[in-house]
């Protein structure tokens, strides 16, 4: 069964960084795109970076260049490094990864529990 592992939320002032995990566990035959969402209270969840299995990257407006998507395809980890946090930061992070868990079935998503950021001073 495929689980999506996150870590890395927390407390962080105005200013800071933080570097969120996600690695995708149990079997696994291919891992297509991966990427982050997030979802601040009252508001619908955005998408805020993506990393193709090619290594291109796509970042929301509001994150480019703050924040940097990365992946470790050995290790099917994929990493959001976050810089020059803003308190509109603040929300839950999710992990997402489109993947195949056998080479006859379709790729389809798959989502993390959520980590928390939390900008505060």
């Known amino acids: 069964q495929v689980q999506l592992v996150e870590s890395g939320g927390g407390l962080v002032q105005p200013g800071g960084s933080l570097r969120l995990s996600c690695a995708a566990t149990?079997?696994?035959?291919?891992?297509?795109?991966m990427g982050w969402y997030r979802q601040a209270p009252g508001k619908q969840r955005e998408e805020v970076a993506a990393?193709?299995?090619?290594?291109?990257?796509n970042y929301a407006d509001s994150v480019k260049g703050r924040f940097s998507i990365t992946r470790d395809d050995a290790k099917n980890t994929v990493y959001l490094q976050m810089n020059s946090l803003k308190p509109e930061d603040t929300a839950v992070y999710y992990c997402?990864?489109?993947?195949?868990?056998?080479?006859?079935?379709?790729?389809?998503?798959?989502w993390g529990q959520g980590t928390q950021v939390t900008l505060s001073s």
């Open positions: 997402n990864a489109d993947l195949q868990v056998t080479a006859y079935r379709q790729p389809r998503d798959y």
């Open positions: 149990g079997t696994i035959f291919r891992v297509n795109t």
């Open positions: 990393i193709t299995s090619g290594g291109t990257t």
